[in-house]
């Protein structure tokens, strides 16, 4: 059902929404200092999705943990 919703509220076929969104990624930076989980910018394409599905822009950085002292 949640992909039949974002088709209607996109005007785009799945397959074209879930190749736009896939591009969106979470990478871990490890490094003596500590490690944090940051999402990559968000490009046009996946920008008017999000907007047209009326979600907010997921947080650019997601964890954040000191290294060992």
Excluded: C, K
């Amino acid at each position: 059902m949640l992909i039949r919703v974002a088709e209607n509220q996109t005007g785009e076929a799945w397959r074209n929404l879930r190749h736009e969104l896939q591009r969106l990624h979470l990478v871990t930076l490890a490094t003596d200092q500590g490690t944090v989980a940051q999402r990559s910018l968000l490009i046009a394409g996946q920008q008017a999705i999000l907007n047209q599905l009326d979600l907010p822009e997921p947080p650019r950085f997601y964890d954040f943990r000191p290294g060992a002292a």
